[in-house]
């Protein structure tokens, strides 16, 4: 497939010359897809941004989008001027936590869509899009559509969590939510009826909890849990409804365009045509990539998650870099010493708690959340503040982080308490 042809098939009218840097941040549905579309059907680079973008996120941003690009692409990448590989840029945590942009092209995208239409066995994907567009999963839902001649409805979380659903009309239609969306959705006996109609719920953003599933199950909704990232435009495995329905659990086998491998170590290692160029401004060598997730697969070949390599929070999808949200505490100035972690959340899946040591003064709390507000996006923001008795550390004097979560968990779960 070529640039221009990707271009088309999202709505875009004509091809242009302009080699002009594109930056697509647009909120309303409409807007995006239409800024989206002229800049794929120019010769630029596309980046897309996040509207909701806190000061930190849009400087991160801004310092990347000004790097000059690299020119030492892999010759079996460079495929002419309308057809050049990694000229679409999406904005993501990496592995490490901070941001970075991931390469992807008409290549990539259409690699994904192939292997979602043969693992799900349809000819056309019809989806109605509840994710934000400028999120991997949001976007994929619409390239979808566009690539099979499938329809496309935008739609927004705050109507479907109202009770307002689009009419869908007769197709197999798909639909895409993280945890906590489909946990807000079950509390509600209608909502459950309407996702009952789905050809599939297409579940991913991060780790589903046990009774999660168990009530999509009991409520007979066509679940399809996933995994994948913003790295590899989004799944590379997904468990079919019927496997969900039929008693199995995890995230399924490959799509057919996937390679998922789990190396010595436990870690999960992706190959195939969706995957990645590189991070912007840099370029990947063709060979698999690996995540910073361990898993195991079950007897039916199935991908279990265990955990992450690393301490990225992952709270309703979205993803929060301790040392980051550390940072942002440190310099109000309120705490003697201060970390974060993640606790357990029957809603978000996990959430940011703040723990700091005992002592005679107390941080001004009020002040604290007024002060990281300015900095941090909501989602990595603490929902707890945990005042520890014994401040654990180590032999050599640093924290001891397993224990200190293990602290932090205990207090959560015993009645709200914020003293341990």
């Given at each position: 497939?070529?640039?221009?042809e990707?271009?088309?098939?999202?709505?875009?009218r004509?091809?242009?010359?302009?080699?002009?840097?594109?930056?697509?941040?647009?909120?309303?549905?409409?807007?995006?897809?239409?800024?989206?579309?002229?800049?794929?059907?120019?010769?630029?680079?596309?980046?897309?941004?996040?509207?909701?973008?806190?000061?930190t996120e849009?400087?991160?941003?801004?310092?990347?989008?000004?790097?000059?690009?690299?020119?030492?692409?892999?010759?079996?990448?460079?495929?002419?001027?309308?057809?050049?590989?990694?000229?679409?840029?999406?904005?993501?945590?990496?592995?490490?936590?901070?941001?970075?942009?991931?390469?992807?092209?008409?290549?990539?995208?259409?690699?994904?869509?192939?292997?979602?239409?043969?693992?799900f066995?349809?000819?056309?994907?019809?989806?109605?899009?509840?994710?934000?567009?400028?999120?991997v999963?949001?976007?994929m839902?619409?390239?979808?559509?566009?690539?099979?001649?499938?329809?496309?409805?935008?739609?927004?979380?705050?109507?479907?969590?109202?009770?307002?659903w689009?009419?869908?009309?007769?197709?197999e239609?798909?639909?895409?939510l993280?945890?906590?969306?489909?946990?807000r959705?079950?509390?509600?006996?209608?909502?459950?009826?309407?996702?009952?109609?789905?050809?599939?719920?297409?579940?991913?953003?991060?780790?589903?909890?046990?009774?999660?599933?168990?009530?999509?199950?009991?409520?007979?909704?066509?679940?399809?849990p996933?995994?994948?990232?913003?790295?590899?435009a989004?799944?590379?495995?997904?468990?079919?409804?019927?496997?969900?329905?039929a008693?199995e659990?995890?995230?399924?086998?490959?799509?057919?365009?996937?390679?998922?491998?789990?190396?010595?170590?436990?870690?999960?290692?992706?190959?195939?045509?969706s995957?990645?160029?590189?991070?912007?401004?840099?370029?990947?060598r063709?060979?698999?990539?690996?995540?910073?997730?361990?898993?195991?697969?079950?007897?039916?070949?199935?991908?279990?998650?265990?955990g992450?390599?690393?301490?990225?929070?992952?709270?309703?999808?979205k993803?929060?870099?301790?040392?980051?949200?550390?940072?942002?505490?440190?310099?109000?100035?309120?705490?003697?010493?201060?970390?974060?972690?993640?606790?357990p959340?029957?809603?978000?899946?996990?959430?940011?708690?703040?723990?700091?040591?005992?002592?005679?003064?107390?941080?001004?709390?009020?002040?604290?959340?007024?002060?990281?507000?300015?900095?941090?996006?909501?989602?990595?923001?603490?929902?707890?503040?945990?005042?520890?008795?014994?401040?654990?550390?180590?032999?050599?004097?640093?924290i001891?982080?397993?224990?200190l979560?293990?602290?932090?968990?205990?207090?959560?779960?015993?009645?709200?308490?914020?003293?341990?």
């Amino acid at each position: 497939m070529e640039r221009i042809e990707l271009a088309r098939l999202l709505g875009a009218r004509r091809a242009t010359v302009s080699r002009e840097t594109v930056v697509v941040e647009e909120e309303d549905p409409a807007a995006f897809l239409a800024a989206f579309a002229r800049g794929a059907a120019g010769r630029g680079t596309v980046f897309v941004a996040d509207p909701t973008w806190r000061a930190t996120e849009r400087e991160q941003f801004a310092r990347l989008v000004a790097l000059p690009t690299r020119n030492s692409k892999p010759k079996t990448q460079d495929r002419g001027a309308l057809g050049a590989a990694g000229w679409l840029c999406l904005p993501t945590g990496g592995s490490s936590g901070r941001m970075r942009l991931a390469r992807h092209d008409q290549d990539t995208l259409a690699a994904a869509v192939r292997g979602c239409r043969a693992h799900f066995g349809v000819e056309r994907i019809d989806a109605v899009g509840v994710l934000p567009l400028h999120h991997v999963s949001g976007l994929m839902a619409w390239v979808r559509c566009a690539l099979t001649g499938g329809r496309f409805l935008p739609w927004t979380w705050a109507d479907l969590e109202a009770g307002r659903w689009p009419g869908t009309g007769r197709g197999e239609w798909f639909v895409s939510l993280v945890p906590t969306q489909l946990h807000r959705l079950l509390a509600r006996r209608a909502a459950a009826e309407r996702l009952r109609r789905f050809r599939a719920v297409l579940l991913g953003g991060g780790p589903a909890w046990p009774e999660l599933l168990e009530r999509a199950a009991a409520a007979r909704i066509r679940l399809a849990p996933s995994y994948g990232s913003t790295e590899t435009a989004a799944m590379v495995t997904a468990l079919r409804p019927e496997e969900f329905l039929a008693g199995e659990r995890g995230c399924g086998s490959a799509l057919p365009h996937a390679r998922v491998t789990i190396d010595p170590n436990g870690v999960v290692q992706i190959a195939g045509g969706s995957l990645f160029r590189g991070y912007y401004p840099g370029w990947r060598r063709e060979e698999p990539w690996s995540t910073d997730d361990l898993g195991r697969f079950d007897e039916h070949g199935g991908l279990h998650v265990l955990g992450r390599r690393d301490a990225l929070i992952i709270t309703g999808g979205k993803k929060a870099d301790p040392n980051e949200v550390e940072a942002a505490l440190r310099a109000t100035a309120e705490f003697a010493d201060v970390a974060v972690v993640a606790v357990p959340d029957g809603e978000w899946g996990e959430t940011v708690a703040a723990c700091y040591p005992a002592g005679r003064r107390e941080p001004n709390l009020d002040s604290v959340r007024r002060l990281i507000a300015r900095h941090l996006a909501p989602h990595k923001r603490p929902k707890h503040y945990l005042r520890i008795q014994h401040w654990p550390r180590n032999a050599q004097g640093k924290i001891n982080r397993s224990a200190l979560t293990a602290l932090a968990r205990v207090s959560v779960s015993s009645s709200g308490r914020s003293d341990v």
